[in-house]
């Protein structure tokens, strides 16, 4: 069974950065595609940034792109979020999660089979 374990959030001024970590156990993790989605009370999950399985194509939401970067190491079972010019807007429960489909679908969060708990990012302004 797979498992995924966010880390890293916390408090940030808006335009500060933060590096969300995934760390995953449990799946065949070079096999996967890996996403962030991000949840704000009272709204939906939205997709924030994807990664293919070798790491060579990456996607963004266009509300984050140029100011986050998503990365993976296969040989770590990583991936990472780097997010940088914080807005208050970014403010949510960020989760990392893994996926079998294609590239077409990783920005629906049905795509993806294991899901992690959560971290939470705050961006005060």
């Known amino acids: 069974q797979g498992r995924l374990v966010e880390s890293g959030g916390g408090l940030v001024q808006t335009g500060g950065s933060l590096k969300l970590s995934c760390a995953a156990s449990?799946?065949?993790?070079?096999?996967?595609?890996m996403g962030w989605f991000r949840q704000a009370p009272g709204k939906e999950r939205e997709f924030v940034a994807a990664?293919?399985?070798?790491?060579?194509?990456?996607y963004y939401a266009d509300s984050v792109k140029g100011r986050f970067t998503i990365d993976r190491d296969n040989a770590k079972n990583t991936v990472t979020l780097q997010m940088n010019t914080l807005k208050p807007e970014d403010t949510a429960g960020y989760y990392c999660?893994?996926?079998?489909?294609?590239?077409?679908?990783?920005?629906?969060?049905?795509?993806?089979?294991?899901w992690g708990q959560g971290t939470q990012v705050t961006v005060s302004s």
């Open positions: 999660a893994a996926s079998l489909g294609g590239s077409s679908w990783l920005n629906l969060p049905r795509t993806y089979r294991y």
């Open positions: 449990g799946l065949t993790f070079s096999g996967y595609s």
């Open positions: 990664i293919s399985w070798s790491g060579s194509n990456t």
